[in-house]
C-alpha cells in the first residue's frame, strides 16, 4: 500500500466527519449563535473570549501531545491497518464527539469543568469522585510529560558530547515563553484584526526560531527539569491572555507547519509502506485488544481532551457557533497528525521491522527530511526545528494540564453554594497553593521516569475518556437531548480500559511472586492502578443510576 492512498482516505473520511457528522450532532443539540457564552459573562482571570482561530489555536495546541506521534508508531507492531482504521473510526465518532461534547456540555453551564457539570446531573458525590481522579491523573500528565521535554532539551550526550537540536529547540522554547507574554500584552492593548494578527505572529514565529538555533542553551536534563515546572508555575497562574492563550497560538505555527510538511512530504513521495497491514493478534507477547486502543490514545480519543474543552477552551469561545471548529475540528486535525507518523514511520521501516530508536525520533528524521528535500532546508537546521516541533507538543500539553489540575484541586475542596470556606478549603482552593502542591507532587512522580509513568497514564487517560462520556451522556439526557451516540463510545472505552488496568495489576502481582517486582516502580503503578479502577467504578455506578432515571424537567431549560 502506498502512504498517498492512505492518506487520502483518512483525509476524506475526516471531512466528512467534520461536515457532516458533527455538524448533525450541532442541529440535534442545539446552539445559540446570540446567546452570551461563559467567556464573554465573565471576561477576566480564567476567562478570555477570543477569535476562534485563537481559541482553536488553543485547543488545538494543547491537547495535540505526545500521543499522536508515539502511539500510532507503536502500535503499528500490529500492521498499519488496525492502527489506520481505529484512528479515523474513533476519531470520527469517539474523540472528536467527547472533545466537542465536553466543550459544549461546558458552554452551556457557564466554561464549568466537566467535574463540576457531574455535581449539577449526578450528584456531589459523584463530582468529588471524578475531580479526585481528574487531579490523580493530571500528576500523571506532568510526571510523564516534563520528564520526556527535559530529556528533548538535554544539551549533552553521555559521554559529555553537545547535542545542538536539543539545546537550540530549549532555546527556542525560553524564547517563546518571553516572546508570548510580548505578543499577549500587543494583543491586549493594541488590538490587531485577526490579518494583521496572523502575520505578527507568523513574523515572530520565525524570528524567534532563528534566534533560538543561532544561540542554543547548553543544560542537561536536570536543570532543564527545573526550568520546565517553573514555567509551569508561571502558566497555571497568569491570567491566560498573558502567556498560555497567546503561546499556544503562536505555537500552531509550529504544529501545522510541521503537520502540513509531513502530509506533503507524503503526497510528493507517495512512499511505500513497508510493513504488513496485519501482523497478527498477538505480537511480543501483548494482544491487540486492549493495546492497541491504550496506545494509540490521543491518535482516536483521549480523556485528556475533555479536560482542555471544559477547563479551558470552554472559557475563551466568543460564540457558540465556533465550538464545532474548536471541540471536533482540532480533533480531526489530530487525527491527520497521527496517519502522517503512521505513513512515514511504515515507510522507513525494512522488511516489516520498524526503525530503530524513539518514535519522537523516527518521526522527526523523516519530517525533516521532507523538509530537506521539499523546501532546501539545510539537514541541521531542519533537525532543530523538528526537534522543537515534537518538544512543543508535549510543552502545550502539559502546561494545559498543570493549570486543570490546579483547578481540580481547587473544585474538589469548593464548598457548597452557601456554604462558608473552612481554613482548609481556603488553603486548598487557593490559586498559588493548590498550583504549587500539585506541581511538587508530579514532580515527586516524574523522578521515577517518565517510562514508569508511561504505561499508566495510557490507561488513565482512556478511562477518563469513559467517565467524561458516561457523565456527558448524563447530561443530555437530564438536559432532554438525545445521547444515545455516546453509548458505544462510552461502553467500548470502558471495557478496554479496565481491561487494561486489570492487567497490569496482574502483572505486577507476577513481578511480586518471581521476585522481579521493584516497589519505586511497581509500587507506585499498583497504588495508583488501584485507585484509578476503585474511582472510575464507583463513579460509572453514580453516572449510571441517574441514566435510568427520566430527564429532569427542572434542567430542561437550563442548559
Known amino acids: ?55 482553536f489555536a488553543h485547543q488545538f495546541t494543547s491537547i495535540t501531545g505526545a500521543g499522536p506521534v508515539t502511539g500510532p508508531i507503536i502500535a503499528a507492531m500490529f500492521g498499519w ?35 463540576m457539570i457531574i455535581e449539577d ?53 525560553l524564547i517563546y515563553m518571553v516572546g508570548a507574554v510580548l505578543f499577549g500584552l500587543y494583543l491586549k492593548y493594541m488590538r490587531p484584526t485577526a490579518g494583521v494578527q496572523l502575520i505578527v505572529g507568523i513574523v515572530l514565529m520565525v524570528a524567534m526560531v532563528a534566534l533560538g538555533i543561532c544561540f542554543p542553551v547548553y ?75 491504550v496506545t494509540i490514545a490521543c491518535g482516536a480519543v483521549s480523556g485528556f481532551h475533555s479536560l482542555v474543552s471544559s477547563g479551558t477552551s470552554s472559557k475563551m469561545v466568543a460564540n457558540e457557533k465556533d465550538m464545532r471548529l474548536v471541540g471536533y475540528g482540532s480533533m480531526c486535525v489530530e487525527v491527520v497528525l497521527g496517519v502522517v507518523a503512521l505513513v512515514v514511520v ?6 516489516g521491522v520498524l526503525p530503530a530508536g524513539t518514535p519522537f525520533q523516527t518521526f522527526s528524521h523523516s519530517v525533516a527530511g521532507f523538509l530537506t528535500e521539499l523546501f532546501g532546508v539545510p539537514t541541521d537546521i531542519a533537525a532543530c526545528i523538528l526537534t522543537m516541533c515534537v518538544s512543543a507538543l508535549a510543552l502545550t500539553s502539559v502546561d494545559a494540564v498543570a493549570r486543570i489540575g490546579r483547578m481540580s484541586l481547587q473544585e474538589l475542596f469548593t464548598p457548597r453554594p452557601g456554604e462558608k470556606k473552612g481554613p482548609i478549603q481556603a488553603l486548598f482552593t487557593n490559586t498559588v497553593f493548590s498550583t504549587v502542591l500539585t506541581l511538587l507532587l508530579g514532580y515527586a512522580i516524574c523522578m521515577a521516569g517518565y517510562m514508569s509513568v508511561w504505561p499508566l497514564f495510557g490507561s488513565a487517560n482512556q478511562l477518563l475518556s469513559a467517565l467524561v462520556l458516561t ?68 463513579v460509572v455506578y453514580h453516572c449510571v443510576l441517574r441514566l435510568r432515571e427520566p430527564a429532569d424537567a427542572s434542567k430542561l431549560q437550563k442548559a
Open 1 to 55: 500500500m502506498n502512504g498517498l492512498t492512505i492518506m487520502l482516505i483518512a483525509l476524506v473520511a475526516l471531512a466528512a466527519g467534520y461536515f457532516g457528522y458533527a455538524r448533525w450532532l450541532e442541529k440535534t443539540w442545539g446552539i445559540d449563535p446570540n446567546r452570551p457564552t461563559p467567556a464573554v459573562e465573565n471576561k477576566g482571570g480564567d476567562y478570555a473570549p477570543a477569535n476562534k482561530w485563537t481559541v
Open 81 to 115: 491497518l488496525p492502527a489506520l482504521l481505529w484512528m479515523i473510526i474513533g476519531g470520527i465518532f469517539f474523540g472528536a464527539v467527547q472533545d466537542f461534547t465536553a466543550l459544549y456540555a461546558s458552554v452551556k453551564n457557564g466554561g464549568r469543568s466537566i467535574g
Open 121 to 173: 446531573y449526578v450528584g456531589r458525590t459523584g463530582r468529588q469522585l471524578f475531580l479526585l481522579f481528574c487531579w490523580l491523573f493530571t500528576l500523571l500528565v506532568i510526571a510523564a510529560f516534563c520528564d520526556m521535554v527535559a530529556n528533548t532539551f538535554n544539551g549533552f550526550a553521555k559521554d559529555g558530547t553537545e547535542l545542538m537540536p536539543g539545546a537550540a529547540a530549549g532555546s527556542i522554547s
Open 219 to 293: 543544560l542537561d536534563s536536570v536543570s532543564w527539569r527545573y526550568v520546565v515546572f517553573a514555567y509551569l508555575f508561571a502558566a497555571s497562574v497568569m491570567p491566560m491572555w498573558l502567556l498560555k492563550q497567546p503561546r499556544d497560538y503562536l505555537s500552531m505555527f509550529l504544529l501545522i507547519g510541521m503537520i502540513v510538511c509531513g502530509v506533503l512530504g507524503v503526497f510528493v513521495k507517495n512512499p511505500t509502506l513497508n510493513m504488513p497491514a496485519f501482523v497478527g493478534w498477538e505480537v511480543k507477547n501483548l494482544d491487540l485488544f486492549p493495546i492497541l486502543f
Open 346 to 351: 511504515c515507510a522507513a521501516a525494512q522488511g
Open 471 to 538: 457523565g456527558l451522556a448524563v447530561f443530555l439526557k437530564a438536559t432532554g437531548r438525545k445521547g444515545w451516540m455516546l453509548y458505544g463510545p462510552m461502553t467500548v472505552m470502558f471495557v478496554v480500559t479496565m481491561t487494561a488496568l486489570v492487567q497490569a495489576v496482574l502483572k505486577i502481582f507476577g513481578q511480586m511472586a518471581d521476585g522481579t517486582f521493584v516497589f519505586m516502580v511497581g509500587g507506585l503503578q499498583l497504588i495508583i492502578a488501584v485507585a484509578l479502577i476503585i474511582l472510575a467504578l464507583l
